[in-house]
């Protein structure tokens, strides 16, 4: 992998691109090449053409201010180089000081309305549970990615904010930093005894993550969070996803029965794919069980709640840190208030 000791200004990075591309596209004509940025909460990411050919796209992702002081960007390009041996994700390109340089996966977006069609989910719980079949190598037993990340959140989380209506409405609707902790603890017993498998999980599962691609498979782009983590959250945080990131409507969270049809998808896929760091088909017939079924099912939901946790202060710190024009502090209080809601509803689950 080719290693650019230069940053890349997200507010001016032509230049700075097409630099690189001269060193990693040569056959590439400087007027034949086409930029187009790509909106995010995260970071700003940027595609490259060349003549027209969207498929054959480069993309450039510039970290957003402050994300390296939680997500370990190692990891990040360990993560990416392990899923694109197991044909799961595009190659990676190159690196730069802010940044990363990968391949584009044609397909489409899944929509609120998409994913949860039924010719459209059971693709996305295949695509999940082969993902959650990928062994890598050295990683035994592997630990769980999400305490790590979230005890540096809570760190790095605001307490107070200079401006009198945002420090009112973060008074008015968020916890403080103890409240937080008192309750992350309680949560993180309770999730904990579900002895949820641990497995490799993407963590992200948004639907601007989730593409149906050309040939009529379902992939998971953007691995930024992914690492080892429980089963459970993963498929939580999806469905958590639902509601979309813009006009959120937990109205929208899936209902039990198509859960249990996904889940059922899913386990179906997960039992019969063999673990190892390139996943293949068993060749066994292997059906899971209504026990089976009913157990994630359970452990989905409450793992659902921290996912509504994690993003609450995640957000919470994006606050602090990003330049990128979105309400972070609403996110969290509405990731909060979800939370609340639901924990209160799944009390006797």
Request: one cysteine or more; a negative charge.
């Amino acid at each position: 992998m080719r290693c650019f000791d230069r940053v890349l200004d997200p507010l001016d990075y032509e230049a700075g691109i097409r630099e690189m591309l001269r060193v990693l596209q040569p056959d590439w004509k400087p007027d034949a090449m086409k930029l187009q940025k790509f909106t995010g909460l995260t970071n700003t990411l940027v595609g490259c053409c060349h003549d027209g050919d969207r498929d054959g796209m480069v993309l450039f992702r510039m970290y957003g201010d402050g994300t390296d002081l939680f997500i370990d960007r190692d990891a990040e390009k360990r993560n990416m180089q392990m899923m694109h041996r197991a044909g799961c994700a595009r190659p990676l390109l190159a690196s730069f000081r802010n940044g990363l340089v990968y391949g584009y996966q044609p397909g489409r977006t899944v929509t609120k309305e998409t994913v949860r069609a039924p010719e459209v989910f059971p693709l996305v719980a295949a695509a999940m549970a082969r993902m959650h079949r990928i062994r890598a190598a050295g990683a035994t037993p592997p630990s769980v990615c999400l305490w790590a990340s979230l005890d540096k959140m809570m760190e790095l989380a605001p307490s107070s904010f200079d401006d009198p209506q945002q420090q009112q409405r973060y008074l008015s609707a968020l916890r403080g930093p103890a409240e937080l902790r008192a309750e992350l603890k309680e949560l993180r017993a309770e999730v904990e005894a579900l002895d949820s498998p641990v497995v490799f999980c993407h963590n992200d599962g948004l639907l601007d993550n989730v593409l149906v691609t050309p040939d009529g498979r379902a992939c998971l782009i953007d691995f930024e969070y992914g690492g080892f983590n429980h089963q459970a959250y993963d498929i939580g945080n999806h469905f958590n996803e639902y509601a979309g990131t813009e006009d959120v409507d937990y109205s929208l969270f899936p209902g039990r029965e198509l859960q249990l049809q996904w889940l059922r998808c899913y386990l179906t896929a997960y039992l019969n794919t063999s673990l190892s760091e390139a996943p293949q088909p068993t060749g066994q017939a292997v059906q899971p069980s209504d026990e089976q079924v009913e157990r994630l099912y359970v452990q989905t939901n409450k793992f659902s709640l921290l996912s509504h946790f994690y993003w609450g202060v995640w957000a919470l710190v994006q606050t602090r840190f990003s330049k990128i024009d979105f309400d972070y502090l609403e996110y969290a209080i509405i990731r909060f208030s979800e939370y609340d809601r639901r924990r209160a509803a799944l009390a006797t689950l």
